[in-house]
């Protein structure tokens, strides 16, 4: 080409590195697109995959827990690793949210996941049956000794937030809340929203909320619940968005914080550490 200002750069496309847990998930989504696995039949067992992919039982373990934890596969001692029963298209669209999840801007997530959450709260509370209620507390007591001992794990404060959403009995509303998980987990984990006392002070924002919906009141559940995510959102604002706080003594100057440079995500969104 002649033109000598010509930038033969901008047809290079960015290398995607890939764990070994997501091309596990990725051949598990392949089979199940090509029919070799179908909803409701039983995986092999974790050391026969280890074999078959040449990785550590641990790599594998990782995979499937986070196929579990969104609903892909349910996991117990007596009957193994099982598909969900659910078709294929709903399966594949689950796993591509996994692995594939864009670039989901704060504003884009709060929005969004402050009004399903809200509506979430507000139909728990005038559908839920005991048993629900005795799940949401039960992931929610999970959490409270999770922060007592300020182990940042997200998946306890998410937890608690899928179990309300199952307490709607609205599958539908639950599995739009279920596929906002990953973007929640990146997002809480790039910007550090557990930070300063934000998973004690989110503790005890969950404690409220199911308060108000074992007591019946929709709109105080529904209130709460939006609170309690634009109450994260402040929190990013303030806080998890730059690097390092202001120098104690600098409130009055406002010196500005220099912001991130880096928008990599961590290398595990699951077992990162932070809280929304």
């Known amino acids: 080409m002649d033109d000598p200002d010509y930038d033969v750069s901008r047809h290079f496309q960015k290398i995607k590195i890939r764990r070994p847990p997501d091309i596990i998930i990725e051949q ?56 969900e029963n659910l078709s294929e298209h709903v399966l594949i669209g689950l796993i591509s949210n996994i692995l594939n999840a864009g670039d989901t801007s704060p504003e884009m997530l709060i929005e969004v996941r402050g009004a399903l959450e809200a509506l979430s709260a507000r139909l728990a509370t ?8 005795a799940e949401i507390r039960k992931a929610q007591q999970r959490m409270r000794e999770q922060a007592e001992a300020n182990a940042y794990t997200l998946e306890e404060d998410l937890l608690f937030h899928l179990k309300v959403a199952e307490a709607t009995n609205n599958n539908l509303l639950r599995s739009l809340i279920a596929l906002m998980g990953p973007d929640v987990l990146r ?17 005890n924002e969950h404690d409220a909320i199911i308060a108000a919906i074992e007591s019946g009141q929709p709109d105080e559940a529904e209130k709460l619940m939006k609170q309690h995510i634009d109450k994260s959102y402040e929190h990013y604002r303030r806080d998890g968005n730059t690097d390092a706080p202001p ?17 990599r995500l961590p290398k595990d969104t699951l077992t990162g550490t932070g809280r929304l």
């Open 28 to 83: 598990i989504s392949d089979l199940i697109a090509r029919r070799i696995i179908k909803a409701g039949q039983k995986l092999p067992a974790e050391r026969v995959l280890a074999e078959r992919f040449d990785v550590s039982r641990g790599t594998v373990r990782e995979a499937l827990r986070r196929l579990e934890f969104f609903g892909i596969v349910r996991t117990s001692p007596q009957s193994g690793t099982v598909v």
């Open 126 to 133: 005038e559908r839920a049956h005991a048993g629900q209620i």
């Open 187 to 203: 997002f809480s984990h790039q910007h550090a929203t557990y930070k300063d006392g934000r998973m004690h002070a989110a503790a």
């Open 247 to 263: 120098e104690d003594g600098d409130a009055e100057s406002e010196k500005p914080v220099r912001k991130r440079r880096s928008n």
